[in-house]
Nanobody, 123 residues
Framework: QVQLLESGGGLVQAGGSLRLSCAASGRTLDSYSMAWFRQAPGTEREFVAA???????DYIDSVKGRFTISRDNAKNTVYLQMNSLRPEDTAVYYCAGVRGRAIQTSPGGYHYWGQGTQVTVSS
């Protein structure tokens, strides 16, 4: 069993930056593919970025060049550095994990979820 806890959300002006963290406990993450999803009110949960246990990385097109996903297996933590934030990035951001699979872009592909952290970008 893996427990995931996100932190780092907050309120920021457009053009600003935030770094989200996802700390895992219960298992080491080196054999897990990890992802960030987001969900705005009234919308479906949307894939943002992922890093596989083999080192592959993927991003949704709208965040390419602005967001960077990384992982520190020694700290059992995954990060999402978000730069040049836009109001449309406003959402609850969730960390998700699955053991031993390639990157999944559907929420159903992940077994473990955090409770989410709110990111609000003002214009």
């Amino acid at each position: 069993q893996v427990q995931l806890l996100e932190s780092g959300g907050g309120l920021v002006q457009a053009g600003g930056s935030l770094r989200l963290s996802c700390a895992a406990s219960g298992r080491t993450l080196d054999s897990y593919s990890m992802a960030w999803f987001r969900q705005a009110p009234g919308t479906e949960r949307e894939f943002v970025a992922a890093t596989s246990w083999l080192g592959a990385i993927d991003y949704i097109d709208s965040v390419k060049g602005r967001f960077t996903i990384s992982r520190d297996n020694a700290k059992n933590t995954v990060y999402l550095q978000m730069n040049s934030l836009r109001p449309e990035d406003t959402a609850v951001y969730y960390c998700a994990g699955v053991r031993g699979r390639a990157i999944q872009t559907s929420p159903g592909g992940y077994h473990y979820w955090g409770q989410g952290t709110q990111v609000t970008v003002s214009s």
